[in-house]
């Protein structure tokens, strides 16, 4: 076996079994917290990130902020799948359970209004 070289990160990867089932887990509970009774909205779930900032724009912004609120969680499911090392893993996993508590606030507040 041939030791890493100096300045190369000791790398330890997670499991993509692992990881899956986190990232599967993690929806699946802020989905279940946002409205339990509401299912057939939850294509509209992302949605919940822009009312955060701002309700209206997350209400009347049309489709572009729906397919813009999708690519975020894309693009970071695109980085996180890809993680070669624990510590980026676990850094991406709590940028996406910021994401989530983020966007179920905002989705609550949404039906709260309504």
Known sequence: ??????????RNP????YK???YVAIWIVALALTAPGLWALAWMFPLGLVAVIDRHTAN???????IGCYA???????????SKTTTRTVI???VLAVLLIGNVAGCRDMMRSH
């Open 1 to 10: 076996m041939t030791e890493p070289e100096a300045g190369q990160a000791k």
């Open 14 to 17: 997670v499991s993509l079994r």
């Open 20 to 22: 899956i089932i986190a």
């Open 60 to 66: 009347a912004g049309g489709w572009g902020v729906l």
């Open 72 to 82: 975020v969680y894309l693009v970071h499911g695109f980085f996180y799948f890809r």
């Open 92 to 94: 991406l996993y709590g």
